[in-house]
């Protein structure tokens, strides 16, 4: 559950400050989103942005691993705006103060990003195979877990009862083509080529 969705529905001490990490009340199998309502742990809604804080944990253990300093400001925004698409997921409300979290205008920092970094790469003339230094790795492995997240916020949004902001499917969308640039220019600050796909032999 986003840490947004758990200070919604976990006791609280002075200062807002949790109590317990541990609260009991999933030991049935259910877990709590924005609002009153409780969900089964295995609810394509919970799916969909659990899979979004995997993916926020990818982007942290890339971190951990070592980005350029270009790189390492603009993986720690994307974390933090993971966090409002996480909330978006969590709120059943169409009213609800997460829906609107996410703008148009995220959308245009991404596509703005992505624009300034495939600027001084060499442009592609073939299918590449994740990899190079540990850290280009890592993003390879974070952008496979943004489109799989972006799979399951599309199912969901399928179900008859079910509503999802468009925002969301177009950020996880460009963001996995940001991570995809971000990998090979990890690579390029490393001195590292891209890894190119050999075909079939």
Known sequence: MPALAVLENSGRGPRGMLVKIYTKTGDDGTTG?????????DDPRIDAYGTVDELNAALGFARALGLPDAIEPVVAR???ELFIVGAALADLSAQGRFRAALTDRHIGWLERTIDGFEAGLDPLAQFILPGGSPAAAQLHLARTVCRRAERLVVELGRRPAEEVPNVILVYLNR??????????EVNRRAGLADVPWKGLS
């Open 78 to 80: 994307i974390q933090d």
């Open 175 to 184: 963001l996995s083509d940001l991570l995809f640039v971000l990998a090979r």
């Open 33 to 41: 989103v924005l609002g009153e309502r409780r969900l089964s742990k």
